[in-house]
């Protein structure tokens, strides 16, 4: 359903050149974790999911438009095993393209139904603002030479987690969910965005190239606070904890 309402979705065809990122970072594939995750919870509560597809397509969007900025930062050549929407247009392009899938994202969520849309879009315009904090934390904690575990965890709950669980919880307001119901399936998409960043994190240093589709170790190489990282800094000690102060700090090492 979701590949299917992907495919058919209309753009606004005036300027071509906007929308053509747009239509390749959404057509190059993924999980679809987080609208799958939306419709699945729907129908939880109701038997009829259509009303949850557009929304669902939304949060899809917006983890998309991330995906393009955050490839951006990280100057990461591929995604997904071709070119990343930067590397195939331009960095320019690819900010503008990025923009634009925010507010396309926006729009998608109005389509909740009328009794639920006010609840809706306040749950992704948060989910939204958070996910932009836990980006900030990530870039922040590239120059820090020692992370916490406890601040490790609050950066990828807002980074990776929040969304995932903002999916859950609106997929489960529009199947008519109670507060408190929807505020259960929103832990339970937390602990499964938590779960799943901790798993990249994983793959990212011992996963194959093939099925990653980006290039294992580039967290290292960008200096990012992993759980591997994290874990590493904190069971060391001696000359090793420093040798890895100095590399997390960015000081050559002789």
Not at 8 to 24: D, K, Q
Request: hydrophobic share 45%; net charge negative; proline share 3%.
């Amino acid at each position: 359903m979701i590949d299917k309402a992907i495919v058919n979705f209309s753009y606004n065809s005036e300027a071509g050149r906007l929308v053509e990122p747009v239509e390749y970072i959404m057509s190059i594939g993924g999980k679809r974790l987080r609208p799958v995750v939306a419709l699945l919870s729907c129908n939880l509560f109701s038997d009829n999911v259509n009303d949850a597809v557009i929304p669902a397509i939304g949060l899809e969007m917006f983890h998309s438009f991330t995906l393009v900025h955050d490839d951006i930062i990280d100057q990461a050549p591929m995604r997904r095993n071709l070119p990343t929407v930067h590397d195939r247009w331009n960095i320019n392009q690819a900010i503008l393209s990025g923009d634009v899938m925010a507010f396309i994202a926006s729009d998608c969520l109005f389509h909740a139904p009328q009794t639920c849309v006010q609840k809706v879009f306040r749950e992704f315009n948060q989910a939204a603002i958070e996910v932009c904090i836990g980006q900030q934390l990530d870039i922040d904690f590239e120059k820090s030479a020692k992370v916490t575990e406890k601040e490790y965890l609050r950066m990828i709950e807002l980074k990776t987690a929040v969304l995932i669980a903002a999916s859950a919880k609106i997929g489960a307001i529009i199947g008519g969910a109670g507060d408190s119901q929807a505020s259960h399936i929103y832990e339970f998409g937390k602990n499964l965005g938590m779960a799943f960043q901790v798993q990249d994190d994983l793959l990212d240093s011992y996963g194959d190239i093939k099925f990653l589709g980006k290039k294992t170790g580039s967290d290292i190489v960008a200096n990012k606070k992993t759980f591997l990282s994290v874990k590493a800094s904190e069971v060391s000690n001696g000359a090793m904890f420093k040798q890895l102060q100095d590399i997390f700090s960015g000081k050559p090492i002789d």
